[in-house]
């Protein structure tokens, strides 16, 4: 089968590889029919160090089950399903919790010794705690939101959720990327008066204030601060979203919470430290986050997508196939707010 394989900075390539077969008798084997490319994968797309081996890519992705095996109950040869970024159990003490992205017998796709979703195929472990069944053919016209239930509009979610977004109250979203762009809708799903996004780019923008966004912050740094400050009467936001993972955005983020806020931060850190500790500390200001459970959240969500409430698939501005997928980390870099790759 023909895979996404990532050999180093901007070194991405399309191969033949082993085909995915079960393994484990909890094992399931998917067809993927949509995938994408997520903007953590372009953390490895800039930095990573040349590999001999190369690592699998891909972690969001739907597809139709061609086999399980003889332990797998809760999906069928032919189900169409969506699979979140992690895989789990979905019985173990965390998975119980909520918290599917610590599960002690789960892991993450790709790497060297996992498909990837990048791929015509994917051997899923743990099939019945992470494969969700989709009331739909793989053809719907709905298939960019459901896709989206893998990851980013999961994550979006889990942002708002720990930064605790209420009715009535205030919302700032830091970064304008799909993770924010969905963190938009689920601020305004939770009930969120004002909602505040810090971005620079006009379509991503324009897609913002479809969603749902109240104001714009275009400005950064210190502008950016004062300038939320100015909408929110000088106190800051209630709620805020960290979406981005660099230590400048976390800094914004926590500077313009208000005092006894909250800050959700969901963008894979590229910093070892929180700035601000004392400013946020002496201020009750809360951080929480880090890997969305988006497995928890996919039949809470599922409707909102089915019945139109919400359209996340927006996001995608760009499709394109296997074959085009170095070319679409190229673009996901610097062109496109996200790429799916259709199958």
Request: with cysteine; charged share 20%; glycine share 14%.
């Given at each position: 089968?023909?895979?996404?394989?990532?050999?180093?900075?901007?070194?991405?390539?399309?191969?033949?590889?082993?085909?995915?077969?079960?393994?484990?008798?909890?094992?399931?084997?998917?067809?993927?029919?949509?995938?994408?490319?997520?903007?953590?994968?372009?953390?490895?797309?800039?930095?990573?160090?040349?590999?001999?081996?190369?690592?699998?890519?891909?972690?969001?992705?739907?597809?139709?089950?061609?086999?399980?095996?003889?332990?797998?109950?809760?999906?069928?040869?032919?189900?169409?399903?969506?699979?979140?970024?992690?895989?789990?159990?979905?019985?173990?003490?965390?998975?119980?919790?909520?918290?599917?992205?610590?599960?002690?017998?789960?892991?993450?796709?790709?790497?060297?010794?996992?498909?990837?979703?990048?791929?015509e195929a994917v051997r899923v472990p743990q099939a019945d705690g992470t494969l969700v069944a989709l009331p739909v053919g793989p053809d719907h016209a709905l298939m960019p939101s459901l896709l989206t239930l893998s990851d980013v509009m999961g994550t979006g979610h889990h942002a708002a959720l720990r930064a605790n977004v209420r009715p009535g109250k205030i919302a700032a979203v830091?970064?304008?990327?799909?993770?924010?762009?969905?963190?938009?809708?689920?601020?305004?799903?939770?009930?969120?008066?004002?909602?505040?996004?810090?971005?620079?780019?006009?379509?991503?923008?324009?897609?913002?204030?479809?969603?749902?966004?109240?104001?714009?912050?275009?400005?950064?740094?210190?502008?950016?601060?004062?300038?939320?400050?100015?909408?929110?009467?000088?106190?800051?936001?209630?709620?805020?979203?960290?979406?981005?993972?660099?230590?400048?955005?976390?800094?914004?983020?926590?500077?313009?919470?208000?005092?006894?806020?909250?800050?959700?931060?969901?963008?894979?850190?590229?910093?070892?430290?929180?700035?601000?500790?004392?400013?946020?500390?002496?201020?009750?200001?809360?951080?929480?986050?880090?890997?969305?459970?988006?497995?928890?959240?996919?039949?809470?969500?599922?409707?909102?997508?089915?019945?139109?409430?919400?359209?996340?698939?927006?996001?995608?501005?760009?499709?394109?196939?296997?074959?085009?997928?170095?070319?679409?980390?190229?673009?996901?870099?610097?062109?496109?707010?996200?790429?799916?790759?259709?199958?």
């Amino acid at each position: 089968m023909r895979a996404t394989v990532m050999y180093g900075a901007h070194d991405v390539r399309v191969e033949d590889v082993p085909d995915a077969q079960l393994i484990e008798p909890t094992d399931a084997l998917v067809r993927v029919t949509r995938a994408c490319i997520c903007g953590s994968d372009l953390w490895p797309y800039n930095a990573m160090a040349p590999s001999a081996i190369g690592n699998r890519m891909g972690h969001e992705f739907i597809g139709v089950v061609e086999s399980i095996g003889a332990d797998v109950g809760n999906v069928k040869k032919g189900d169409l399903v969506v699979a979140p970024f992690a895989w789990s159990d979905g019985t173990c003490e965390f998975c119980r919790q909520g918290l599917q992205t610590s599960c002690l017998h789960g892991g993450w796709w790709g790497g060297t010794t996992l498909d990837g979703g990048q791929g015509e195929a994917v051997r899923v472990p743990q099939a019945d705690g992470t494969l969700v069944a989709l009331p739909v053919g793989p053809d719907h016209a709905l298939m960019p939101s459901l896709l989206t239930l893998s990851d980013v509009m999961g994550t979006g979610h889990h942002a708002a959720l720990r930064a605790n977004v209420r009715p009535g109250k205030i919302a700032a979203v830091v970064g304008d990327g799909a993770v924010g762009l969905c963190g938009v809708i689920a601020a305004r799903r939770l009930g969120a008066e004002q909602i505040i996004m810090l971005g620079r780019h006009a379509d991503r923008i324009a897609l913002a204030q479809r969603f749902g966004a109240t104001d714009v912050v275009s400005e950064r740094g210190d502008a950016a601060i004062e300038r939320v400050r100015e909408l929110t009467g000088g106190l800051g936001a209630h709620s805020v979203l960290e979406c981005v993972g660099h230590g400048e955005s976390m800094r914004t983020a926590v500077s313009i919470a208000r005092a006894g806020g909250a800050v959700g931060r969901v963008g894979v850190p590229q910093e070892t430290t929180i700035p601000n500790a004392q400013p946020t500390f002496y201020a009750n200001i809360t951080i929480a986050g880090g890997p969305a459970p988006v497995r928890a959240y996919m039949h809470e969500l599922l409707p909102d997508v089915m019945e139109g409430r919400n359209e996340p698939g927006l996001v995608f501005d760009r499709t394109t196939s296997i074959d085009g997928v170095p070319d679409g980390y190229r673009a996901n870099e610097r062109e496109a707010i996200k790429v799916m790759i259709q199958f």
